[in-house]
C-alpha cells in the first residue's frame, strides 16, 4: 500500500508526473503502431516487388516460347524453300534448259550485283 504522505509528496514534487507518464505512455503505444504499419506496408510492399518480379518472369518465358516458335517456323519455311528450289533445278536439269554448272555460275554472278561475293 502507499503511504498518503509519499502520494502527497509525489505530487507536490511531482505535479506532472501522471501527466508525463500518460504522454510517455501514449508516445510510446503511438510509436509501436507506427511501427507495426511501417513494417505492414514493407510487408506489402515486398509482396508488391515479389508480384513484379513473378509476372516479369513469366512474361520472360512467354516472349522465349514465342520466340523459340518463330525460330522453328522460319526453319520449317527454309527447309520448305530449300526443297522448292532443289526440286525447280532438278526439273530445270532433266528438262536440259540449264545444267548445274550454268545454274552455279548464274548465283555467283547475282550475288556480286552486290559487289561481294557472300552467299546472300
Do not use: W
Amino acid at each position: 500500500m502507499s503511504n498518503p504522505l509519499d502520494s502527497f509528496l509525489d505530487v507536490l514534487l511531482f505535479p506532472n508526473a501522471k501527466t508525463d507518464a500518460r504522454h510517455a505512455r501514449d508516445s510510446a503505444n503511438s510509436t509501436r503502431a507506427a511501427v507495426r504499419r511501417i513494417a505492414e506496408e514493407q510487408g506489402e510492399a515486398l509482396d508488391r516487388i515479389a508480384a513484379t518480379q513473378r509476372a516479369a518472369h513469366a512474361a520472360s518465358e512467354a516472349e522465349s516460347f514465342r520466340e523459340l516458335a518463330q525460330v522453328a517456323e522460319l526453319q520449317k519455311q527454309l527447309c520448305a524453300t530449300a526443297l522448292y528450289c532443289r526440286a525447280l533445278l532438278q526439273l530445270l536439269v532433266d528438262k536440259n534448259i540449264v545444267t548445274v554448272d550454268e545454274f552455279e555460275q548464274r548465283m555467283v554472278d547475282i550475288d556480286m550485283l552486290d559487289g561481294k561475293r557472300d552467299g546472300r
